[in-house]
């Protein structure tokens, strides 16, 4: 979220700032650098400070760039990715590669000079584009948290009703009311802040935005989350359960089934050794002469096809324990990737909102320093989503694994 903090501080007291790296951008009048007062940016002064903090910040740039395109490429390389629930994995790939393009790379010019030399135009597209991005992504946060107690909660009414185009149209809203509500207060912000030097989006003149910014695009958001969340979870408990018991009820009926074969089996036998004779010879007057093995033949045909019947009625089908198993490997799956996403996004970006909140009323109260460190946090929760991907999700390493074979083999 593209916010500068707007202090008004003198030139002697800059010095805070080691060389020429500000925390933020400070608003610093030198008089003795311009004759009306202005102020004048400086050069980049080559320290070990800036040179570590300029490698650090431009790594963390490069990752997230290669990350996210890699998971794009991913979505085109292999189609299969293509199902409803990844369309929003596609999403917050899409914002966290455009927050890395348009946000992230010049913040970290703007944080290594400690001032903005891009000017207006290019200022203005990078509040936007870093705000938009914002709603964007917890939007859709929020969409796929819907989404994962849709299925659990309702699943029938989930898999007979949700497709491609329904998880489309839902993308389209969350895109449509990121612009809707971010355009209005973006422009009349821009027509009291327009600086030469200085980007800034200051929480201290836009206290009714932040009040909105904090209940629709985070508490809210997060509320909903954590609710969906722990529903979800307490469902796959349930049914890792029901799973278990099946197996325990099959397993037993296999046993029981087992043991009734051999006991007819054995008592077949029995009778045969015991009785042999007078069943040959009755089998022959009544059967025209048949001989006794193709009697016997005849019973054990008979009771294996009662077994089978058994086996049918005795408890859940094969068939359908298998799909029960599958379905319930899957939805694990995506509910380990929906815990990782969450975590990290809570993570990053709940220090950040507290911070921002409470600079909107009361500045002093938050250090320069922490600010900064919390502002770059909710960069690297971009960072770290290709990542959680590949981690959690078998189909995306195998995805990866095949863009980057190809990649190897163009270069060789």
């Not at 209005?184 to 989006?201: M, S, V």
């Not at 909107?360 to 909710?378: E, I, Q, R």
Request: hydrophobic letters at 45%; glycine letters at 4%.
């Amino acid at each position: 979220m593209a916010m500068e903090i707007n202090i008004t501080k003198n030139c002697e007291n800059v010095t805070e700032s080691s060389g020429n790296v500000s925390n933020f951008p400070v608003r610093c009048f030198n008089e003795t650098s311009s004759s009306n007062g202005n102020w004048m940016p400086s050069e980049f002064e080559a320290s070990a400070k800036n040179i570590v903090l300029s490698v650090v910040l431009t790594t963390i740039d490069v990752v997230t760039i290669l990350g996210n395109l890699l998971v794009l490429v991913a979505f085109f390389v292999e189609k299969k990715l293509f199902h409803p629930f990844n369309m929003f994995i596609f999403n917050l790939a899409v914002t966290d590669f455009l927050v890395a393009i348009t946000a992230m790379t010049f913040y970290t010019i703007d944080t290594l000079l400690g001032y903005w030399p891009f000017g207006y135009v290019m200022c203005g597209l990078w509040i936007y584009f870093d705000f938009a991005m914002t709603f964007a992504s917890v939007f859709t946060l929020v969409a796929i948290s819907i989404d994962r107690f849709w299925c659990v909660t309702w699943a029938v009414h989930y898999r007979r009703y949700n497709s491609k185009t329904k998880t489309a149209i839902i993308l389209a809203v969350i895109w449509f009311c990121v612009f809707a509500i971010w355009t209005p207060p973006f422009i009349g912000d821009r027509l009291k802040h327009n600086e030469i030097y200085f980007c800034i989006w200051e929480p201290s003149d836009n206290r009714e935005f932040v009040i909105f910014v904090a209940v629709v695009g985070h508490y809210i958001p997060c509320f909903i989350m954590v609710f969906c969340y722990i529903k979800v979870f307490i469902t796959m408990r349930r049914q890792v359960i029901l799973v278990e018991n099946m197996n325990t009820t099959h397993m037993n009926v296999s046993n029981l089934q087992n043991t009734r074969h051999a006991v007819q089996t054995n008592s077949v036998n029995d009778l045969s050794n015991t009785h042999i004779g007078t069943v040959s010879s009755t089998v022959e007057q009544n059967n025209g002469g048949n001989r006794p093995h193709q009697m016997f033949r005849r019973i054990n045909n008979s009771t294996n096809n009662s077994n089978t019947q058994s086996h049918d009625s005795g408890g859940p089908s094969t068939a359908g324990r298998t799909i029960l198993r599958t379905n319930h490997s899957r939805e694990r799956r995506i509910f380990i990737t929906l815990t990782y996403v969450l975590l990290s996004y809570l993570i990053c970006w709940f220090p950040f909102y507290i911070a921002f909140d409470t600079y909107a009323w009361k500045p002093n109260v938050v250090p320069g320093d922490l600010y900064t460190f919390f502002f770059w946090m909710t960069y690297v929760n971009s960072t770290l989503n290709p990542f959680i991907y590949a981690y959690t999700s078998k189909e995306f390493r195998g995805a990866f694994i095949k863009v980057l074979s190809s990649l190897c083999n163009c270069f060789t």
